[in-house]
């Protein structure tokens, strides 16, 4: 069964400060992990995703995020937040079996304090 | 341009009444898939389709039922059926090469 857990509902950042959201996971085949933003009533936008191959994946907006193997870990990360960077953030799995489902986290709330 | 357009962005409906969210994608995408969304409990699975004239049940559709007679097109239906249908719906398509979802910008549904 896949599953992913987003252990923090709030995260509070400075603005100019690196922020980091977690992000955990469970699948049975090899991952495909995603990234996705949310903006009050509106639908979700991807950031970025990892397939394979580099463990670090840049995506929109100056985000990345580190896939690491052993801690089954995908946490999205910025150098320095701004603003405008406040939003829900959804993690999502899906494994390599060929169902193309996406298994989403509960989000979480990122907000960068000016 | 190229995108998934959902309709209506707000409905309001009495409880015991069908309605029915539009969902339209131009991006020539073969999967389509309606998710629920909730405070506090993330995205749920409500149905998907791989293919024109298939679709499965995802994870929470009890009260729902969908259709996919066009490539370009998933409605879905909330029946009466379903005891709790005030929620924010999202619609999204997909290549099955890629594996990221393209999401509408949703319809919010109120039950009065």
């Given at each position: 069964a896949q599953s992913v857990a987003q252990p923090e509902d709030q995260v509070n950042v400075a603005e100019g400060n690196p922020l980091t959201v977690k992000c955990t996971y469970s699948v049975s085949g090899n991952p495909y992990l995603f990234w996705y933003v949310q903006y009050p009533n509106r639908g979700l936008q991807f950031l970025l995703k990892y397939i394979?191959?580099?463990?670090l994946v840049k995506g929109s907006y100056g985000f990345e995020a580190e896939f690491n193997k052993s801690q089954t870990s995908f946490h999205l990360k910025k150098p320095s937040a701004l603003v405008s960077d406040s939003a829900l953030y959804f993690c999502a799995v899906r494994d390599g079996?060929?169902?193309?489902n996406l298994f989403f986290g509960t989000g979480t709330r990122l907000t960068v304090i000016p | 341009d190229g995108g998934i357009t959902q309709s209506p962005k707000y409905l309001f409906r009495k409880e015991g009444q069908n309605v029915t969210l539009s969902c339209e994608q131009?991006?020539?995408?073969?999967a389509m898939y309606w998710y629920r969304q909730d405070p506090g409990q993330g995205l749920r699975l409500i149905y998907y389709s791989q293919i024109v004239n298939d679709f499965q049940k995802g994870d929470i559709a009890e009260g729902y039922s969908v259709s996919r007679e066009k490539k370009e097109s998933f409605p879905l239906t909330v029946t009466s059926?379903?005891?709790?249908?005030t929620a924010f719906y999202l619609c999204a398509s997909s290549t099955t090469s890629t594996g990221e979802l393209f999401f509408g910008e949703g319809s919010r549904l109120t039950v009065l």
């Open positions: 394979t191959g580099d463990n079996t060929g169902a193309n | 131009n991006l020539n995408h073969d059926a379903q005891k709790n249908p």
